[in-house]
Each structure stands twice: as structure tokens, then as C-alpha cells.
């Protein structure tokens, strides 16, 4: 059982202090940030398991800073409190493959979608259909939205101008980017890798739902009312960039 996080902690500058902020709003409520000690062992019996190495910001994490963490805060809502964040980074442990769905690529439609929105998207590499040399692994799930996942195997990504390239070797960690896949099965860029991430998590302050901002459909009124309420100007900077 994870123990809540002291205020010496490297959790809660590792997340800028997110609980500090979220006590200042009206409304917040049933805050925690828990996360259990750093687990060496575990990251090195998973990376003998799976055979590869974690990207060198995740494994920093889940050495120096903590196995996993788990944000969750509830608020007042239509005259009844309900949760309102809940989100973190699993145990390194749990860090369980995630299906890839398709003897095709995926993330084929992913790029296809982004052409018609974004400038500068590079045309697919020959060969981008050969999905062989790409894994995934669950970072977080919340079951009614997807799961955001670290995936090896993409080479550069969509937010850069090089090439994108899929091999049949598992890519390096250091190119390990995270999507998500929505319930539907689909995948969506999210960022270029961990660090980048949690911070994309952290300032949506693990609103339930906020992975929707970087997919092809609306954000659940739900998600929205909280996000327009409680984070504002990301609401304004996820609009803006949006891909519907």
C-alpha cells in the first residue's frame, strides 16, 4: 500500500507542488498524492524481463523519486462532490505490453489525420506499415477514457521534421514517446517522451478525461466544464492545437 507522500518528498517537486495548488481552488477537495519508495530491483527485473531498457527520465523517476504515483482529488459539482482528478504513472512493475491491435500500423492514421491539420508532417517511410519493431507498455489507465502508453519503436515523432522510422528492432529507449490509445482502439501522440509527459499531466492537473484533448473527438462536457473551471488556460492552449 502506497503511503502518502511527505512534503520533503521528491514527488511533489517532481510535480511542482500540484497539491499545494489544488488546496487554493475553491471547491477541491479529498486531495492525495501518494507514492511508494524507489524500486531499483523492480527496475531492473523488468528490464530483464522485457529485454530492453526504460528511457533514462522514466528509470531516474522510478529510482530517485518513487514506484508509481497517484493523483486524486474530488470537487463540488452540481451541488454533489465527485472525483474529479485521478491519474499518475503505474508501478514499474505493472508496467504490463499493451496490444498493438493491427498486423498493420496504427499509427499510420494517427499521421494520415495529422496531414490534413499540421504543417510540416513528413510522408510515411517505406515500409511504415511493418509494426514488428514497436512495443508498448501501460503508463496509466482510466478504463471509461484509454490508456497512455510508452512506445518504443517510432523514431522521430510527429512534433519533429525528421524522418519517421519503424525498424524490426525495438527502437532505442531514448525515442520512446508516449501516446494513447482511446477506447476505440486508435492512437494519438502525446508527447516525445516521459519527462514531457507528466508534465502535460501534471498541468491538467490529472483531470479526469484530458487525454481526449490530443484525439479526434470532442472533450466530454464533463471533462470540459472542470477543465474551463480549474485549468482555464490549458483549456484555451488544447483548443488551439486541437486536431478535430
Known sequence: MAQPASAEAPIHWVTAHVTSYLSTLPGVSHISLNSPPPDHPGVASWERREGISLPSDLKSFYTMVGDGLSLRWQASLGGGVREAGRGGVKRVGELDPVSIDSMENPFDA???LLKGVKRGVPEADPGWEENSG???YALDTI???GTACL??????????SGQRRVTRQVGPPEKAQVWFKDRRCKWWFVALDFTSYLRLAIVHLCIKG???AYTDVEIDPGCRDL??????????VDDANAIR
Open 110 to 112: 494517427y499521421y494520415e
Open 143 to 145: 478504463p471509461e477514457y
Open 227 to 236: 477543465m474551463q473551471r480549474f485549468a482555464p488556460e490549458r483549456m484555451l
Open 134 to 136: 514497436i512495443r508498448a
Open 210 to 212: 484530458w487525454w481526449l
Open 151 to 160: 512506445v518504443y519503436g517510432l523514431g522521430d515523432g510527429p512534433a519533429t
